[in-house]
């Protein structure tokens, strides 16, 4: 059963992989990285995509409108620029948090949808075991 | 069309600032324990913090909902399976220990559960208190096989956490009196997360205990209370002042409290 260190090294074996994170969104925490990081500083790119997180997740325009489960209200949030992707996978705990991995990935090399259904396996099985 | 105004962005620390000064900011008894690579007990005011070899392993506070109640709340664990495990071990971490070698949770889960509740019980045990810390020298905390935070990871964590709270609202008092709620000038939007918090603002209960209300943990429900707080959603209960009491006869001066603070500090840096 993997723990937080061996689910963010698998994710880190994804094509073009450059680096990975759990955060808290809430806090802005990052409770596990590896890799690197944009500007070499994991602090600041998990405090920065944490609020962007919480932006996707508590503005209706972005959720499924049902958010009464207790089930993260947003699968993931895609950013794209000219050299890299950003993917934000929210975690769907069965106890109460607020986590999402964070993977960065190189454009040239990386296969964003590729990496999408990875992270998104790889988050259920943080949790599930 | 309406406006939202932007929040604050996320406290992060200022690298620009030269010399990191979180090191003894918090406690400078915390960092002496740290040095020296203390393994055992540091309990303070408003929570505990168990250590091993220097590091974080466990904390516990009464304002913050414990690792039993995060993972029993929302059904991760039957209260049963807690409770067994808990009989027959020597504490919290002891019991998550026998919890995971029986097959019971997930390591991701049981991990990620843990980390929240150190961080967030550690919060508490590291705000401001009014008397000095006591530090009981036990091998009885172990690392492992739960993952341990290196002392000042949590006493970073902590300030930028006091920080982010600062910054949503500036009124510390919703954080520990009863709420209630309050009429808003314009009715904002309430995301779902929070509409359950306020819910449960009912003029008796504290934040900390809505947390423990909804298994959620207490530093996410302060954050919530302060974002509520400053949509103006709700507020502090003020009890009324009690009337003074007739003025004795004065025979003593006010103590210096900022003296009497440095006094703790020296005394726990001893």
Redesign the interface.
Known sequence: ????DE?LLEAMRLPGARGAA?V?W????A?GTVGEAPGG?H??TA??A??LARMA??H?AFTTGD??D?RP?VEDVIISNRDSYHLLRF?D???????FLHLWIGREDGNLALARIRLGEMAA????? | MTRVGTPP?????D?TAGQDRTAGALSPMLRRLAEEQATGVLVREHGTLYLAQGRVVHAESPLAPGLDV??T????LAAAAWQRAAAQATGTPDAARLLLEAGLL????L???H??AL?DAGYFALAPSSTPGRFRYDSGSRIGPL?SVPVIALER?TL??RL?LHRLWPDPAADSVPLIRADPVAAA?V??RRRAVLDRVDGVRTAPEIARN????A??TL?DVRRLAAAGLLRPVRTAPAPPPPTPPLTVTDPDIALLKRLRDALEAL
């Open positions: 059963m993997p723990g937080i689910c759990l808290d809430t806090s802005g925490l409770l500083d602090e600041t405090a920065e944490a609020e997740a508590e209706g958010t009464t207790g209200p975690v705990t069965s106890f109460d948090s607020s986590v099985r943080l949790v599930l075991g | 962005p996320l406290p992060v620390r690298r995060l993972l709340a929302h059904g991760t997930p390591a991701g889960a991990e990620l559960c980390l929240d961080y993952s964590e930028r956490r982010l939007p995301t779902p909804l298994g959620r943990q530093f996410h954050v």
